[in-house]
């Protein structure tokens, strides 16, 4: 009898570290079904490769990104006809049931002069149903003419002329859709990252003028009226007329607090930093693991998923934030 209970709770021993690594990834169950190919949506007009989105897809810029290997991306989103995203606070918005947001990620073959054409790698696709987020992502083909839907993941050689004129390459890791879940867990569910109204409170151009991209929405119908000066600001963390401190933040925030944040991945959420642009910074643990967390950036050891090369600009700017501490 003895032996038996010895042998349980071994069992249960092992059955939760089994548990603790599963955890990664949220099990939930689709609540779409994914199209096969991405030009089953209708989302660019004429050649696809152009990526000129139909009028039903806006485009939205964010004030800071978070770096990919280089990669570029176009962002868009699709709300159903006659509704809005409506405020909470200065977070994500609440989206309307059926939202689509789209992220395409692209190289250009030569930085310095961008008609010389593309390359597109996959366009990821995020879909509000039933009150959940579904996530997945369409890997472009050699033809550029099509993506198809690819749970499993996928590695592509990338090559490119960077605006020096230095040919760069990397093994360009799209992820799989477990793996979605990695970074776009908030409690326990999949939620959008970029488009917070704080990130999204930048001047953009629209029809040849400069116009503030929430009022812009707004004029659009695709946005409940409110002033949007109320709304706090994510700097861009390469503008160099903002104080270090909040481009050091905003790049902390837009690269590592999807994961590091008291709601985020649990194993990352665990360690205790909050690296959210908004969290007082006696809250963040920064300043005592400052030169820690130069030396993962620099080692490429973080952000833990999703890019396998050194992002050399953004690096500098937030190692001479830390220094500076
Ligand atoms: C390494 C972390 C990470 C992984 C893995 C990841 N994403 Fe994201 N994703 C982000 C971050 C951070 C943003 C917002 C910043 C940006 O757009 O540059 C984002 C943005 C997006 C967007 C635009 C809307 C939004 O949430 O900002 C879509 C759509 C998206 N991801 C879909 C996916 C899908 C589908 C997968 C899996 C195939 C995936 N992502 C995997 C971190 C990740
Ligand atoms: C995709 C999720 C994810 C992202 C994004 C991410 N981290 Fe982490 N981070 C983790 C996990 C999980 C751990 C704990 C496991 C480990 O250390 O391997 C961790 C651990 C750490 C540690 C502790 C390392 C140690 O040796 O104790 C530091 C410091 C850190 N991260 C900093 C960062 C910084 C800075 C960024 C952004 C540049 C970042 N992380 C982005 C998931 C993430």
């Known amino acids: 009898m003895r032996n038996f209970f010895l042998i349980l709770s071994l069992l249960l021993v092992i059955f939760s570290c089994k548990k603790d690594e599963d955890s990664f990834y949220i099990d939930s169950t689709d609540t779409v079904v994914f199209k096969n190919n991405l030009s089953d949506y209708g989302i660019y007009t004429d050649q696809m490769n152009l990526l000129i989105p139909t009028e039903e897809y806006q485009l ?7 770096f990919t290997n280089y ?30 947001i789209v992220k395409t990620f692209y190289y250009y073959l030569d930085n310095r002069n961008p008609d010389l054409g593309t390359n597109i790698i996959e366009t990821r ?3 509000k149903k ?12 050699d033809a550029q003419t099509d993506a198809v839907l690819e749970n499993n993941g996928a590695n592509k050689y990338v090559e490119w002329v960077d ?13 799989t859709k477990q793996e979605c879940t990695i970074c776009h867990q908030i409690a326990n569910e999949i939620e959008p ?5 704080r990130n999204m409170n930048v001047d953009v151009i629209r029809d040849n003028e400069i116009v503030n991209q929430l009022t812009y929405f707004q004029s659009m119908g695709l946005l ?36 590091h944040n008291p709601s985020g991945l649990p194993k990352a959420a665990n360690i205790g930093f909050d690296f959210r642009y908004a969290t007082p910074f006696s ?16 080692d490429v050891y973080m952000p833990w998923i999703g890019t396998t090369i050194l992002d050399e600009e953004g690096y500098s700017v937030v190692s001479e934030y830390l220094n500076s501490l």
Request: hydrophobic share 35%; aromatic share 10%.
């Open 224 to 259: 409940e009226n409110f002033d949007h000066n109320i709304i706090g600001k994510i700097p861009d963390y390469f503008d160099t007329t903002m104080p270090l401190e909040d481009r050091g933040r905003a790049y902390l925030e837009m690269n590592c607090a999807h994961c």
């Open 125 to 127: 696709v995020l879909i």
């Open 163 to 175: 605006a020096n004129g230095n040919i760069k390459s990397v093994t360009y890791e799209v992820p």
């Open 193 to 197: 990252i970029g488009p917070k109204l």
């Open 283 to 298: 809250q963040t643990r920064i300043l005592e693991y400052n030169t820690k967390i130069d030396r993962v950036i620099k």
């Open 71 to 100: 990669a570029k991306k176009q962002r868009l989103i699709k709300l159903p006809p006659n509704t809005k995203m409506t405020k909470i606070d200065d977070d994500n918005p609440e989206f309307p049931e059926e939202t689509i």
């Open 60 to 66: 939205y810029e964010i004030a800071s990104p978070l």
């Open 130 to 141: 039933e009150g959940q987020w579904n996530a997945a992502t369409y890997v472009w083909n």
